[in-house]
């Protein structure tokens, strides 16, 4: 999954980050991003990417590794509660902003996909949470299922872009 390059750096560092590049991947395309500017905002030197994430490419994965837990942990606790997942990836929608914006960065290719589409395939993700949390096998994963997680995917960048 995610490259830790040599790992030195201490959790907080590896933490404030992804933060730093949370928010600003969130407002403008990764590319445009300079990895100088990712340390400042974050408090650290530069050379941290690297020693922390093999570069930017894997505070990259890093991030869209974090948007894809944010996502699956907000499906989790709409069924925990006994709510819907629409409503959920709303509220989430609302609370944070940046994750709209970053699954819309990474559909419009702004985003190194490669890594995230490979290991941590959101769609598929949440077709298999959701079966797990209705206590269905997630290996054969039923059309309703299916039909959830296209419907909250579509939900949640649908609002955000009505809402602009």
Not at 7 to 20: F, K, N, Q, V
Not at 35 to 42: F, G, K, P
Not at 112 to 131: K, S, W
Request: aromatic fraction near 6%.
């Amino acid at each position: 999954m995610m490259n830790k390059g040599s790992s030195d750096a201490p959790d907080s560092t590896r933490t404030a980050l992804i933060d730093a590049a949370w928010e600003m991947f969130a407002t403008r395309p990764a590319a445009a991003v300079p990895t100088r500017s990712l340390a400042e905002a974050s408090g650290c030197s530069h050379a941290v990417i690297t020693s922390a994430f093999g570069g930017k490419a894997g505070l990259e994965r890093a991030v869209t590794e974090r948007l894809s837990s944010t996502l699956l942990e907000s499906v989790a606790q709409a069924f925990a509660a006994g709510g819907l997942p629409f409503a959920e990836m709303l509220r989430l929608r609302h609370e944070n902003p940046g994750a709209t914006r970053l699954l819309l960065r990474l559909g419009l290719g702004d985003l190194q996909a490669e890594e995230f589409l490979t290991h941590c395939d959101i769609g598929e993700r949440l077709v298999a949470r959701i079966e797990e949390c209705r206590g269905a096998s997630p290996r054969r994963p039923s059309q309703r299922a299916r039909l959830t997680a296209y419907g909250v995917l579509c939900t949640v960048l649908g609002t955000y872009t009505f809402d602009k």
